[in-house]
């Protein structure tokens, strides 16, 4: 395996300040380059159910393919992207033929590009787990050659990418520490946009990293998913006001015309009006299928979301995602 020597520069990780909230409605919905969010509103908003582990197979996801017509496939194109040097680049065939490259999960350091694999970090297979399995083909083609957003595709070492496999952040992490909590950044800002969701273990083993290690967390905001899928909606918290009641002693208040009234030292209580920035408002129709599940939408002022479970806790016999209450 070829390893490049000298190499004294450093890979550039950009955490940049949070806004408030992602919101991935539909194809015509953009997103602000310069948001980001608080890592924890992104995992809250993440709907957290069991896996659908039937039927997966790796061909039902079409990849390295050219799915935007510059005659270079998804695996060139990543290639080419993380090199840290100009690639040397077959014309012909669009073929990487050596560059430099650092693998984020290891720190290795490699010039062949036959050392790297080009890994979906969130995995095909735990995709189809978490939902990918009610996508269509064009759909997940879509996503197993997603370069718009370079979270969804890294080139890093062949063999570590192989102990990973198709695991997620409860049975693996990156070898190299510095880096974990880029990945788990990553990893939920990938499942927020795609609209996939967590099982139990996954999402308590990252809700527990973020807070024991990765405190404060902040991951950039990701453009909406392409093939109409609907990411999840992420809202910020608002923190509730106490109001303490002070008791004033009775006031004499002089009448005079047309003067207003000025009382410096008692002020009505405020209320902190929670803030909601560009959270879609869907309008459901009970009882219909919906996508994805996780969903949360309106009717009538009442609240519903789209479930794959009722009301009661039982999975639908079809296992097809539905508006109901709550």
């Not at 197993?144 to 693996?172: H, I």
């Not at 510095?178 to 950044?185: I, W």
């Not at 990893?187 to 290690?213: C, F």
């Not at 905001?221 to 009775?250: D, E, H, Q, R």
Request: net charge positive.
């Amino acid at each position: 395996m070829s390893k490049f020597s000298g190499f004294s520069g450093r890979v550039a990780l950009l955490i940049l300040p949070l806004a408030g909230i992602v919101v991935c409605a539909s194809a015509g919905t953009s997103v602000q380059a310069d948001s980001t969010f608080d890592a924890i509103d992104v995992v809250r908003a993440i709907a957290v159910q069991n896996e659908y582990p039937n039927g997966y197979d790796r061909n039902l996801f079409p990849h390295w393919k050219d799915i935007d017509g510059d005659r270079c496939d998804s695996r060139q194109q990543v290639l080419k992207r993380d090199s840290i040097s100009l690639p040397q680049v077959d014309p012909y065939k669009c073929k990487v033929i050596e560059g430099d490259w650092v693998s984020p999960y290891d720190g290795g350091q490699w010039t062949d590009p036959l050392d790297l694999d080009i890994d979906h970090v969130v995995a095909l297979k735990e995709t189809w787990d978490s939902g990918a399995w009610n996508w269509t083909t064009a759909q997940r083609q879509l996503y197993a050659n997603d370069t718009s957003d370079s979270r969804t595709l890294l080139a890093v070492t062949d063999n570590v990418n192989q102990s990973k496999g198709d695991r997620d952040p409860s049975n693996w992490l990156p070898p190299l520490e510095s880096y974990l909590c880029t990945y788990l950044g990553d990893w939920i800002s990938i499942k927020a946009r795609w609209g996939l969701s967590m099982d139990q273990s996954e999402a308590g083993r990252v809700r527990n990293l973020l807070a024991a290690s990765c405190a404060g967390l902040r991951v950039a905001a990701w453009p909406v998913a392409p093939g109409g899928i609907m990411g999840f909606s992420i809202t910020t918290p608002t923190t509730t006001s106490t109001t303490t009641t002070t008791t004033v002693a009775p006031t004499t208040t002089l009448k005079i015309r047309n003067t207003p009234l000025v009382t410096p030292t008692k002020q009505a209580p405020t209320t902190t009006t929670p803030k909601i920035r560009n959270t879609p408002l869907v309008v459901v129709k009970v009882g219909d299928f919906c996508s994805p599940a996780g969903l949360r939408g309106i009717k009538n002022g009442r609240s519903y979301t789209c479930s794959r479970l009722s009301a009661k806790g039982v999975r639908y016999k079809d296992n097809r995602a539905r508006w109901r209450l709550g």
